[in-house]
């Protein structure tokens, strides 16, 4: 019997563009993309691989490179923009991300995996398996290595704390935090599909039972909302985080902590006015390849003497 391919669809481009590329390229072929970025390399890749295309490969390229001007002249920076198109085996897919998904060890307190690595976790380290699919995300991405970055160093032993992941994808930041002892662990995800593979990630790491991950739209939440966290991660765009940071606001508890990634460099800045505006102070941010992430704390109220 014949092996089945898949056309494997790829645009590398810059940290600016990859998230809209991926919207993009989620919407034309229906599959949830993938950004990485090779070890030799600056710039990232989105891929999306599907059975099947609306067209030629020929005209699917020229439609893509369309949309990348059209990208181009609302103000991204889409450059290199090389569009590649191709047929691949799924064991050639698979081999191909074996080559940028490694082990990835935060501190000496979290190791993730891919489940062909044979690496075993020391004593007393966490241990997440997570395997690329068509729809994922393994803390190989600067935004979510800080996000797991944080988790950790959030993380106070011999005492109870809460999570919440918002926008949650492979749900990757919620399996890790209940690994970690954080409990209740929650998280979201507007997406059906990011919310499916979540819950089977969460039960292939046997945390199931102590993460609840449900499907919801952070904009359609309660404003007040009904439970608040000691930790929160948002991974999410910056025009997000800002218009919805009252909603975020109010789930985090008094002396809690935000993690706030998902944001180009260049737009931080007003993330961090839109929420030292409503209360919060900034303790750490990081930079790496375009993409800048910060901590946040809400700190308790003063009281002054009656």
Known sequence: MKEAKLWQISVTTSAEAEEALAALLEREFKQKASIYVAHDSVQPTV??????LPGSALSAKAALALELNQLARFGLETSPGV????RVAREDWTRSWKKYFKVLEVGR???IKPSWS???P???EALVVLDPGLSFGTGQHPTTAFCLRQLVACRKNGQRQSFLDIGTGSGILAIAAARLGYAPVKAFDADPVAVRVANANAKR?????????????LRKLSCRGSAQFDLICANLLSDVLVRESERIFNRLRVCGHLVAAGILASEFPQVRKAYEAIGLRLLVSEVEGGWKSGTFTKPAPDRHPG
């Open 47 to 52: 891929t999306v691989y599907a059975s099947k």
């Open 205 to 217: 790491n046997r945390v199931a039972d102590g993460v609840r991950i449900a499907r919801a739209d």
């Open 122 to 124: 020391r004593k007393g």
């Open 83 to 86: 569009i590649s198109i191709k």
């Open 118 to 120: 044979k690496r075993r």
């Open 109 to 111: 307190a979290l190791l």
